[in-house]
């Protein structure tokens, strides 16, 4: 069995990771609420969920855009392919290093957004670097709609080859080929399993 980089990586409990503070209004009581987060979801995209009728995704009236906490929401469940944790819990994934552009606030429509995630890893000799950022990149293309487009990379310094790891991250046919690797697909499904 191979070695494991970093043994004992700082974890944090779930209560300590950011989340939307939210008004709660009286929630539904009972065994058949327990899926009502996913039913009831305002945004299918985020759960996954495709249109099979040709539905509209857009963004309904009043609805907030996405921003880096829905982003943050999407990515922090994938587990990490050393430990039994989610990134989220090792801080490998953090809300400070997500940015969108143009920020949510100056969207309109259909505009064209870039997600820049800066990756963490638990060590900056950390061998499995890449594959962590194949997964956040491959959840995100798999669930943000197509005008968005996504950066995902090791944080300056973080990593002692964070510029050949960014470099292969930022290569649309390393990462289509990669994907195409049974072997490899097999791990990154394996890491998603932990997303709802």
Known sequence: MREVD????????????????????????????????????????LCGSSSSEGEDLEE????????AQDIYDLISPISDPEHPHTLGQLSVVQLPDIHLAPPPAERRGDALVTVTVDLTP??????LATVIGLAVRYRLEQTLPPNYRFDVRMKDGSHAQDDQVNKQLGDKERVAAALENDTLKGMLDKMLETCV
Do not use: F
């Open 6 to 45: 970093n043994a004992n990586p700082a974890i944090l409990n779930v209560s300590q990771l950011p989340s939307r503070s939210r008004k709660v209004t009286t929630p539904r009581q009972g065994p058949d609420s327990k899926c009502d987060s996913i039913v009831y979801s305002k945004r299918p995209w």
């Open 60 to 67: 309904e009236d009043g609805e907030d855009p996405v921003d």
């Open 122 to 127: 638990t060590v900056n000799h950390c061998s």
